[in-house]
């Protein structure tokens, strides 16, 4: 049990729309990070979140864009949705800001675009 | 560019058999390694975590890391029909802001 939990679990989106995916962290934990897994390939890194702030982000488009809330819950916002964009997003969080933790997933949310 | 690779298998392993899963990276930057199981349609669950040379054991799995080769390798002993999964090798500069970079991940398959 990671403590991670994300929602929804299944999407169904068309292209063109937009999409927010949300993710609990886990208690005390400040920083969390968010991923995506296209079938048949490792994760990518998008970006990581700490104190509300982003502070690390990956080879993706400004229409991928995040918060983080106070209670360190956190939302991934994507606009303009692609066909391409169809994977597992998973999130992440870690305590004691960014550093070498090991990163525990939560469940993912599968989005498939049409 | 950095670079995680893996050999995408499948991999097939007798029940009870050691397997031997390898990763190389290229970033030689790399402080933190990690290897993850992800079974078919779900999460990737962390099952080892490496930061210095040499060998960490943790139950059936063993890690081993390589800094001067760029080389980190995992071995399950005792394999059971219940390993066969998808595992995937990350590695990290440190800091977190860059994120984890992934393998492609290796699919194993362990025969009853």
């Known amino acids: 049990e990671t403590g991670v939990t994300q929602s929804p679990t299944h999407l169904i989106k068309t292209r063109g729309q937009q999409v927010t995916l949300r993710c609990s962290s886990q208690s005390g934990h400040n920083t969390v990070s968010w991923y995506q897994q296209a079938l048949g390939q490792g994760p990518q890194f998008i970006f990581q979140y700490y104190r509300e702030e982003e502070n690390g982000r990956g080879n993706f488009p400004p229409r991928f864009s995040g918060l983080q809330f106070p209670n360190y819950s956190s939302e991934l916002n994507v606009n303009a949705l692609e066909l391409d964009d169809s994977a597992l997003y998973l999130c992440?969080?870690?305590?004691?800001?960014?550093?070498?933790?090991?990163?525990?997933f939560g469940n993912g949310t599968r989005l498939t675009v049409t | 560019q950095k670079e995680v690779e893996q050999n995408s298998g499948p991999l097939s392993v007798p029940e009870g058999a050691i397997a031997s899963l390898n990763c190389t990276y290229s970033d030689r930057g790399s402080q933190s390694f990690f290897w993850y199981r992800q079974y078919s349609g779900k999460s990737p669950e962390l099952i080892m975590s490496i930061y210095s040379n040499g060998d960490k054991e943790d139950g059936r799995f063993t890690a081993q890391l390589n800094k001067a080769s760029q080389y980190v390798s995992l071995l399950i002993r005792d394999s059971q029909p219940s390993d066969s999964a998808t595992y995937l090798c990350a590695v990290s500069r440190g800091g977190g802001a860059d994120g984890l970079t992934f393998g492609k991940g290796t699919h194993l398959i362990i025969q009853p």
């Open positions: 992440a969080s870690s305590p004691r800001g960014p550093n070498n933790s090991p990163l525990h």
